[in-house]
């Protein structure tokens, strides 16, 4: 079992809709947990941060978190081209900062 | 300069040459990683340093040395590489040591490609 899982996509959305995203974690003393917007060929960029249960928004972003079924979502609403990239799931321990990144997920966003 | 920066962009070398990438961070951070990206493969963790010191090695080949000598500062010296090594080469930083917050933030990356 991989220790992040995201599914690879790609994740096609019309614009204007809501894109979510799913990522499941193996390690149940994870306690952080983070959402990384990557452009090709450009590094990844960081765009959520979640570390209690429930959910948090941050402008179209909202991150949700359920350490009890160990997963870690996050949902783009009205949906632009522009966020056409692979979002890349992470997550850590309380202790150290080792984060551990899934595969990512494409999401495609079509006019 | 802000945030994270890294040279060379691009690099291409032999197996034979040696050559160092260099990382800086404009963040005030304390810790700071080497990542490497592959086609196909998550982001791998290579190396952390927290207030200088190496704190993690993920089982990675001697042929990759890291150099942290202040925390603004890192470096990777890369000698006799293997085609496979070519890849995306990600540096990052983050604001604590253990625990407490863990964002972390990225540099655009060295594209190194091993002939």
């Known amino acids: 079992q991989k220790e992040v899982e995201q599914n690879s996509g790609p994740l096609s959305v019309p614009e204007g809709a809501i894109a979510s995203l799913n990522c499941t974690y193996s390690d149940r003393g994870s306690q952080s947990f983070f959402w990384y917007r990557q452009y090709s060929g450009k590094s990844p960029e960081l765009i959520m941060s979640i570390y209690s249960n429930g959910d948090k928004e941050d402008g179209r972003f909202t991150a949700q978190l359920n350490k009890a079924s160990q997963y870690v979502s996050l949902l783009i609403r009205d949906s632009q081209p522009s966020d056409s990239a692979t979002y890349l799931c992470a997550v850590a321990k309380a202790a150290g900062n080792k984060l551990t990144f899934g595969g990512g997920t494409r999401v495609l966003v079509k006019p | 300069e802000t945030g994270v920066t890294q040279t060379p962009r691009h690099l291409v070398m032999g197996m034979t040459n040696k050559k160092s990438l260099k990382c800086e961070q404009h963040l005030g951070h304390n810790a700071m990683y080497w990542y490497k990206q592959s086609a196909k493969k998550p982001l791998e963790l290579m190396f952390v340093y927290n207030f200088k010191e190496q704190t993690e090695n993920n089982s990675v080949p001697s042929r990759f040395s890291p150099e942290c000598p202040n925390s603004s500062h890192l470096f990777l010296h890369l000698h006799t590489l293997q085609p496979e090594d070519s890849a995306l080469y990600l540096c990052?930083?983050?604001?604590?040591?253990?625990?407490?917050?863990?964002?972390?933030?990225f540099g655009p990356g060295t594209r190194l490609t091993v002939l």
């Open positions: 990052a930083s983050s604001p604590a040591g253990t625990g407490g917050n863990n964002e972390q933030f």
